[in-house]
């Protein structure tokens, strides 16, 4: 079955700064890659998602890279605010396995003021 | 905005006993999840429900666990004799199409003692 990675799992940025969060997976099946951002105590947040016909998509300071070949994707914030500061998981879906995600182990991103 | 609402948020129970974890999914989707969450770790994938039946589950969704869908609204997950273990966040998801973006609920937080 899919195995996702994350790294890192903490990662600690100054406002303003970009910050960059990469995952793997082994299914080359999967075809689906959201990312989600959760807040302490509430629920997985979409942020943005990228789909396997796509190397690359952006909604403002967010954007995420794929690379099919290599089978890693990456998301990446810039300009940095403290609202930023979550937990991001990253997660692999294949469409044949009936929109399952497997998430990532999780980077907590700390954005310092 | 439509969202996913799952009852009770915080359940409470005793070693042995049986839970069942409410979720009312967003109302025109045809896909719904259950992942769990313990506690500082990754979201896990327990499993998924389609045309009134499972179509695919986890190593972690064994004979203990069930799910069903007793009405039009309700999507329940059935844990038959709680363990310790099973103490984590259940967050129920549902979603429109095959392989798209999951709507998470807030989640239940059950407590096993």
């Known amino acids: 079955g899919e195995n996702v990675e994350q790294h890192p799992s903490t990662l600690s940025v100054q406002e303003g700064d970009s910050a960059v969060i990469k995952c793997t997976y082994s299914d080359s099946a999967s075809n689906y890659f959201p990312w989600y951002k959760q807040e302490l105590g509430k629920r997985p947040q979409l942020i943005i998602d990228?789909?396997?016909?796509?190397g690359e998509k952006k909604d403002q300071r967010i954007a995420v890279t794929l690379n099919k070949t290599a089978k890693h994707f990456s998301l990446h914030i810039t300009e940095t605010q403290p609202e930023d500061s979550a937990v991001y998981f990253c997660?692999?879906?294949?469409?044949?396995?009936?929109?399952?995600?497997?998430f990532g182990k999780g980077t907590k991103l700390s954005v310092k003021p | 905005e439509p969202e996913v609402t799952q009852t009770p948020s915080h359940q409470v129970t005793q070693m042995g006993q049986e839970v069942i974890l409410r979720c009312v999914p967003i109302?025109?989707?045809?896909?719904f999840y259950w992942y769990r969450q313990i506690l500082g770790q990754k979201v896990e994938f327990l499993v998924s429900?389609?045309?009134?039946?499972?179509?695919?589950k986890s190593e972690i969704f064994d004979d203990q666990f069930s799910v069903e869908r007793p009405d039009g609204s309700n999507f329940t997950l059935k844990i038959r004799s709680t363990k310790l273990e099973d103490s984590a966040m259940y967050f129920c998801?549902?979603?429109?199409?095959?392989?798209?973006?999951?709507?998470f609920g807030q989640g239940t937080r059950l407590t096993v003692v």
């Open positions: 429900f389609y045309n009134n039946e499972i179509s695919e």
């Open positions: 109302s025109n989707h045809l896909y």
């Open positions: 990228i789909r396997s016909n796509v």
């Open positions: 998801a549902s979603g429109s199409f095959l392989g798209t973006e999951a709507f």
């Open positions: 997660a692999a879906s294949t469409s044949g396995s009936q929109g399952n995600l497997i």
